[in-house]
């Protein structure tokens, strides 16, 4: 069988180096690109409810076809399967799958499935493989690249965890399809966010060509995800295990972080909206430094905003509280003996790191949102 065309982006880390594979229709393709990567023809694909119901089934007649024998696990939906609970459940029907260290399992869905079954794989038996198959936007453009995995603890989200990189990435663009538009442009978010990091050009594509892949255009939507892959890849890379420039992927995200938390992850908040607010208020924070045209600020909300995200806290509900989101913020767990390092920029495509922002200076972007 001819497989689907597709742009393979490699990942280099030596040995935990691998291949990113992008294009339509490769979920059906899955067994003659996953096969190569079995030792045997035998794996177990972890999935949730609503994934399992839209496209489990291509995945199956794919492994059924080539004879290789699948077990099939399945979480329900949402963030709260990044727990203890559904961890112990996965790991206890991988061992009775008899799944070895060998072997080489599969996450079919979004970060939340991808970072339960890669930490799952992380630790089985010291360390299984794992091929991600993200089907969220926000999965194939970060959080399926990279091999951060993990569950969330009582004390918050993400705090336990493992790197561990996966074998392979197959991002079919295609699953898309079926993606609610509210939760791919929590995923556009991200994508927006790497060429506000470095990449000047691409947020100018995407200026041009953000309407069209949010309507559906199948070959814009392939070039963003390439374009955020390419530039993830590059940062993984170059700090696989973000003592230095991967914070750079944090844009926006110390905001972010905080409004999620306070809006208490009850679905009212995205993530990725979260984020587009933060990237708006990271500007904002820059130009009122003085490091940043106010131009470039008001380039970034104006995109996001004509692309339907919420670019003002405000916009999203009332009644938040400053004096606890800055509280929040001091305290995000990518602060370093009590100092937030933030990301702050020069302008559009020029991202760097600081640890020199006064709880002031976000106060009086907080207000300035909440004021107008
Ligand atoms: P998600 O996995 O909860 O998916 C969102 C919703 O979309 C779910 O209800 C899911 O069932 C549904 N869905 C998935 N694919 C679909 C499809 N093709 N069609 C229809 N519905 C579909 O959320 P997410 O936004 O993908 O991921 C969020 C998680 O990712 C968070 O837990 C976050 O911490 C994590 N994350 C991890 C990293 C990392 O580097 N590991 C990076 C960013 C985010
Ligand atoms: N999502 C940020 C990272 O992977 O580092």
Redesign the pocket.
């Known amino acids: 069988m001819e497989m689907s065309s597709h742009t393979v982006i490699s990942l280099g880390l030596g040995d935990r180096g691998y291949d990113i594979l992008v294009g339509g229709g490769l979920l059906a393709d899955a067994a003659a690109i996953v096969g190569p990567h079995l030792a045997r023809p035998q794996t177990a694909v972890i999935t949730?409810?609503?994934?399992a119901n839209?496209?489990l089934a291509t995945l199956r007649g794919a492994f059924r076809e080539a004879g290789i024998a699948c077990t099939e696990i399945i979480v329900p939906?949402?963030?709260g399967?990044?727990s203890f609970a559904q961890l112990e459940r996965v790991l206890d029907q991988l061992l009775d799958a008899r799944i070895e260290r060998g072997d080489c399992i599969i996450a079919l869905?979004?970060?939340?499935?991808?970072?339960l079954a890669?930490f799952a794989a992380s630790i089985l038996r010291r360390g299984t493989g794992v091929v991600q198959v993200?089907?969220?936007?926000?999965?194939q453009v970060?959080?399926?690249?990279?091999?951060?995995?993990?569950i969330?603890a009582r004390q918050g989200?993400?705090l336990i965890?493992t790197f561990h990189q996966p074998r392979l990435v197959v991002v079919d663009v295609n699953?898309?399809?079926?993606?609610?538009k509210r939760?791919f442009l929590?995923?556009y978010a991200?994508v927006v966010k790497y060429g506000l990091i470095a990449d000047a050009a691409f947020f100018a594509w995407l200026e041009a060509n953000g309407p069209a892949a949010a309507a559906g255009d199948a070959d814009a939507r392939q070039h963003a995800i390439v374009e955020s892959c390419r530039a993830k890849a590059r940062v993984v890379e170059a700090d696989e295990r973000e003592t230095g420039q991967r914070a750079l992927l944090n844009l926006g995200h110390t905001f972010a972080h905080a409004f999620e938390a306070e809006a208490g992850y009850d679905g009212s908040l995205?993530?990725?909206e979260a984020v587009a607010v933060g990237l708006v208020m990271a500007f904002q924070l820059s130009a009122r430094l003085g490091l940043c045209p106010g131009a470039d600020a008001a380039r970034v909300q104006r995109h996001l905003s004509a692309m339907g995200l919420p670019t003002t806290l405000r916009s999203v509900k009332t009644g938040w509280d400053m004096d606890r989101i800055a509280g929040r913020m001091t305290q995000d767990k990518k602060s370093r003996q009590g100092v937030v390092q933030f990301v702050l920029v020069r302008g559009i495509g020029k991202a760097f790191l600081s640890s020199d922002v006064t709880q002031a200076d976000v106060m009086a972007v907080l207000r300035q949102d909440l004021a107008a």
């Open positions: 949730d409810e609503t994934v839209l496209h939906p949402g963030e399967s990044k869905g979004g970060g939340v499935v991808g970072d890669g993200p089907t969220t936007l926000l999965a970060d959080s399926a690249v990279g091999g951060k995995t993990g969330n989200k993400n965890g699953v898309l399809e079926t993606l609610p939760e929590a995923g991200e995205l993530h990725g």
